[in-house]
């Protein structure tokens, strides 16, 4: 890429920069080049321009915690380029089908319409930071007639696009980013641009969670302004993740012979901020759920004991005998399909801690498990922790497993007792053991039912990601598993979804994730990705999960080895 280094306004960078980096980054698959691609045009930013394009690289305007999102539907993406271009349906239709993506379909149509010409000529060239607030405009845009203002916003920015900034604007716009730009690679190109030790790149990531911030304050201040970053109350943390073994033998040997263990609680994982007695708290995804929870804030404002706090821990829907509810029941408390007084009567809930991220000034990810317990177990006063035992011994380990399973929990997981807590990462210092393996996958396609479910999608298409070239495979088709209630619920978000129909089948915007099993893992020539699911069937609607939780090819060929080493076994 040639930068121009061309400025706009006030001597600001030009998008058409970033959208050409963004071109030269989808066309190289070398993994130092897209680094020292990003690397160079962080360094002819300005301090101002870093998190904005930063944030739009990685095509999330906004960080997920921010509340702030740009929700601009594909129907009125698709409205606004057909009225700059003038293309019919069909011509449409055709350039979308070329790759299958909203952005190329708008670069093919404005060349081929050569609108470009008529815009560059008549317009002064978009800036980074023009771009931006655009779409900090279109967040903005609330309540009545936000719709047409949104819209608005998208045709004044579409037409002064050229054809590449156009494609780029509308990935964003959908936030459909599928070039290589994983957030591991922008944390490596911080570092490089910044001079900042990629390790502590990646723990300010960690900490401040989101990129833009992380990018901003690097090329600031280099490492010396990493140094001194705290995390901040209300401002969430990555949750660190958990390794599945097959057995608690397994994970007491890769524990070093001692482990402590957890019962694994079918419910949502919360992260509870506290400052100043004011709570805050943030689902599995960054999201604010503080509203749809009283109870759980009041259970935690009954009980503090200090200033300011960040705790996690997992919150359990609990039925008249006192056994945990299903995952989908207590997600009907965070979709608040009734006024919150009815569902906490309707469906209470109960929390459970199991770490302690940060306390009054201190941050505490660095002690070691056993230490956070204790520490965790002195603050909490009334509220409960998790079940635990610290065992060296795999009878008693099975003993504690079955006995989780037996009062209705997932299974268990494992802690290491020396470790520290690793935001974001999914290593082997937490180990789950369940009952039965699942994959998260994601619909990217459903097909009319037939007889009863006629009116419903109900045949869904399921992908996993493809680590190598960021696609989503197909992998299995199911219509199982689901109740008519959540049929017809998903029928209309797919819906919602959907970028083209054709016969009985819709094709629709990735999102819905859910949780399947299956009975065995085949290759099959069937599908792209090499491998069918046997007898599919979803297990749940993982609302709380997004895109980037989506398994990968690499898992489920994982999964096919081990059943075919399984299998060997027995013969
Ligand atoms: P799964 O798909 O198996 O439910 P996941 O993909 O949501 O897991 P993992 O990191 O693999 O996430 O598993 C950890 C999850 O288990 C946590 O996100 C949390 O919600 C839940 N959990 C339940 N009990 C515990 C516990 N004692 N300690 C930590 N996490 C727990």
């Not at 980096?21 to 989808?26: V, W, Y």
């Not at 958990?242 to 263990?261: K, M, Y």
């Not at 489920?556 to 299998?567: I, R």
Request: charged share 30%; proline share 3%.
């Amino acid at each position: 890429m040639v930068l121009a280094g061309g400025t706009g306004n006030l001597g600001e960078t030009l998008y058409r920069d970033l959208a050409e980096l963004c071109e030269d980054i989808e066309s190289t698959t070398k993994r130092l080049a897209i680094v020292d691609l990003i690397s160079q045009f962080l360094k002819k930013l300005s301090i101002g321009e870093v998190a904005p394009s930063i944030r739009m690289i990685v095509g999330e305007a906004f960080p997920e915690w921010s509340g702030k999102t740009l929700d601009v539907s594909w129907r009125t993406v698709q409205k606004v380029i057909k009225g700059i271009t003038k293309a019919s349906d069909e011509e449409m239709l055709q350039a979308f089908s070329k790759r299958g993506d909203l952005g190329d379909m708008a670069k093919i149509l404005m060349l081929r319409k050569d609108v470009s010409k008529q815009a560059t000529l008549l317009q002064k060239p978009l800036t980074i930071l023009e771009v931006y607030r655009s779409f900090q405009a279109i967040s903005e845009a609330k309540g009545s007639g936000s719709k047409k203002k949104k819209e608005n916003i998208v045709l004044s920015l579409l037409s002064r696009a050229e054809p590449l900034e156009a494609k780029y604007i509308v990935k964003n716009l959908i936030g459909e980013m599928r070039h290589g730009a994983s957030s591991g690679l922008m944390e490596e190109a911080i570092a490089k641009a910044s001079g900042a030790p990629l390790e502590m790149v990646k723990r300010t990531h960690m900490l401040m969670g989101d990129l833009g911030d992380v990018a901003e304050k690097a090329m600031r201040g280099g490492a010396q302004s990493l140094n001194d970053v705290k995390p901040i109350p209300f401002h969430p943390i990555k949750p660190m993740l958990v390794q599945a073994v097959d057995n608690v033998a397994e994970a007491l040997r890769e524990h070093g012979g001692e482990t402590s263990l957890e019962y694994k609680l079918d419910g949502a994982r919360l992260q509870i901020h506290i400052r100043k007695g004011e709570v805050k708290i943030f689902s599995r995804r960054l999201t604010e759920v503080t509203a749809s929870l009283p109870d759980v804030v009041e259970q935690v404002k009954n009980n503090i004991q200090f200033s300011e706090a960040i705790l996690e821990g997992e919150a359990v829907a609990i039925g008249k005998d006192f056994r945990p509810l299903t995952f989908q029941n207590l997600m009907k408390r965070f979709h608040r399909v009734k006024g919150i007084e009815e569902m906490v009567r309707e469906i209470p809930v109960k929390l459970y801690l199991f770490d302690i991220i940060y306390l009054d000034g201190k941050l505490l990810i660095d002690l070691p498990y056993s230490e956070r317990r204790k520490i965790l177990s002195r603050v909490a006063g009334e509220l409960e922790l998790v079940p635990q035992v610290v065992t060296c011994s795999v009878d008693s380990a099975q003993e504690f497993f079955e006995e989780a399973k037996s009062k209705g929990h997932e299974g268990i997981i494992a802690k290491k007792m020396d470790s520290t807590y690793t935001p974001g990462r999914r290593g082997r210092k937490w180990l789950k053991i369940k009952e039965t393996e699942t994959l998260d996958l994601v619909i990217v396609g459903a097909d009319w039912g037939y007889g009863r479910r006629v009116n419903w999608l109900s045949d869904y298409y399921l992908a996993a990601r493809n680590e190598e070239t960021g696609e989503l495979q197909i992998i299995g088709k199911t219509f199982k598993g689901l109740t008519d209630e959540e049929f017809e619920e998903v029928t209309e978000k797919l819906l919602k979804l959907k970028t083209i129909e054709y016969g009985r089948t819709v094709r629709v915007k990735p999102e819905i994730v859910v949780e399947t099993i299956f009975e065995e893992i085949q290759k099959s020539p069937k599908y792209e990705s090499g491998y069918a699911l046997r007898f599919a069937r979803i297990k749940r609607i993982r609302d709380d999960k997004n895109l980037e939780d989506v398994d990968t090819i690499e898992k489920v060929k994982q999964l096919y080895e081990k059943q075919f080493k399984a299998k060997s076994k027995t013969l």
